[in-house]
């Protein structure tokens, strides 16, 4: 009848517009997961529900570890961003001697096992050198471990100005997934690898580059700027 009324097709909040977020693994990661998995499944037929349990929750512990969330990457042209989660070890005159050759300032980022640990490039331009370096495998908080330790050194030369990163590993982190390669064209905040599992990343940067972030600052990979390149006109010449 007249009185009567009808209740809209699409209640307050269009479900069209809803979404579910479905957090990203890590490819690395998945061969740890479905194993553990499985040897759930197994434990579960053969052994019994608390061994299967175990494995559950190891299980989880992957899915925790090899997590890589979306992030708002950070645009602009002459920020160096950090290339992954962690806090700030080192921010200023590099404290080794494994440096790469020339002068440079240096960030150092430790990783620990809650952190993040996929790895993003921190600035556009060219890739123009992957180097493997065999190492030991120290705690990547000590001072000698960027020295001593196994890494991996991706150099990239954006507009003329060489940055240097590298994956280095740890006392748990014994293996190194770099997926760049030389010659490549690559965008700041772009993921390229990952280390497992708990790590630390070094990453130099010239001279006239002004560092953003001081020892014990927590930073967010591809989010947090850690250092400004001086624009081509500031930049000191040859003669300087």
Known sequence: MGGSSHPPLH????????????????????PFIGGSLV???????????????????????????????????????DAVLAPADGRVMVAGVPP??????GNWQQISIFLSPMDVHVNRLPISGRVTNVEYHPGRFLPAYRADAGDLNE???????????????????????????????????VQAGERFGVMKFGSRMDIFVPPSA????????????GVTVIARLAAREARPTPHD
């Not at 080794?96 to 050759?101: I, L, Q």
């Not at 590993?169 to 770099?178: F, H, N, P, S, Y």
């Not at 020892?215 to 990979?221: A, E, I, L, Q, S």
């Open 39 to 77: 040897l759930a499944v197994i434990a579960e037929l053969l052994i019994g529900r608390g061994v299967a349990v175990i494995f559950l929750v190891l299980t989880a512990l992957f899915l925790f570890f090899f997590r890589d969330p979306n992030r708002p990457i950070t645009t602009d042209t």
């Open 11 to 30: 209640p307050t909040g269009n479900a069209h517009s809803r979404t579910i977020a479905v957090m990203r693994i890590d490819p690395a990661g998945w």
């Open 151 to 185: 890494y991996t050194q991706v150099t990239i030369d954006h507009d003329g100005q060489p940055i240097v990163v590298r994956q280095i590993v740890g006392v748990l982190a014994r293996r190194i997934v770099c997926r760049v390669k030389e010659g490549a064209s």
């Open 210 to 221: 002004a560092l953003t972030v001081k020892v014990n600052d927590k930073v967010v990979g």
């Open 96 to 101: 080794g001697v494994a440096c790469p050759p």
